[in-house]
């Protein structure tokens, strides 16, 4: 079984600041794991993903995320955020040949000019 | 250009009412999925196809119905059962089968908001 949980229903950061958004999972098998991004009324879209492999991953925009087993973490990162990052963003797992991606609440991002 | 095509983007259901959401790619993805969002709750899998003429229920599958009679299409059928089928619905595909099937990216239309008055 796989789930994931993101903290923080949503974060308020300035302009230029760090951007760090939680997300841990829980997995019987390795997983791949996922950051999408959600801009008002729109569908998802891909920020990154891990499979295998180094466990930085660098993504769009700017975004990284590191895959950190021992914390079962894949916690997304941009050093300086920019009003265009506004968006709702959603972690997800899944395992080698599953069907099921499974996706965490969602945490929205809001930035302070 | 390729992608995911929703519709209608909004729409309007009287209770009792039974509406189909449509959704069509031209990617030659192998699977198909239907996810309902509410506001904090993220995304629930109602529906999934890896090949046609196939389907399986996801998580909150009640309610909803589905067929897979074309590669290319994935319609979901909101019935009068669903008791609550207001809500953002949201259709992706993503190609499948091999051991790392698992990592292969969804891409998704642009929705469908489903409003019962």
């Known amino acids: 079984a796989q789930s994931v949980t993101q903290l923080g229903s949503h974060v308020s950061v300035s302009e230029g600041a760090l951007v760090l958004l939680r997300c841990n999972y829980s997995s019987s098998v390795p997983p791949y794991l996922f950051w999408y991004v959600q801009y008002p009324n729109q569908g998802l879209q891909l920020l990154l993903k891990y499979t295998t492999g180094a466990t930085l991953v660098k993504g769009i925009n700017g975004f990284e995320a590191e895959f950190k087993k021992s914390e079962t973490s894949f916690h997304l990162t941009k050093p300086s955020a920019h009003m265009s990052d506004a968006a709702e963003y959603f972690c997800a797992v899944s395992g080698s040949s599953a069907s099921k991606i499974i996706f965490g609440s969602g945490t929205r991002l809001s930035i302070r000019p | 250009d390729g992608g995911i095509t929703q519709s209608p983007k909004y729409l309007f259901r009287k209770e009792g009412q039974n509406v189909t959401l449509s959704c069509e790619q031209n990617l030659n993805h192998d699977a198909m999925y239907w996810y309902r969002q509410d506001p904090g709750q993220g995304l629930r899998l109602i529906y999934y196809?890896?090949?046609?003429?196939?389907?399986q229920k996801g998580d909150i599958a009640e309610g909803y119905s589905v067929s897979r009679e074309k590669k290319e299409s994935f319609p979901l059928t909101v019935t009068s059962a669903q008791k609550n089928p207001t809500a953002f619905y949201l259709c992706?595909?993503?190609?499948?089968?091999?051991?790392?099937?698992?990592?292969?990216?969804?891409?998704f239309g642009a929705g469908s908001r489903l409003t019962v008055l």
């Open positions: 196809s890896q090949i046609v003429n196939d389907f």
């Open positions: 992706a595909s993503s190609f499948k089968g091999g051991l790392s099937s698992g990592a292969n990216v969804l891409t």
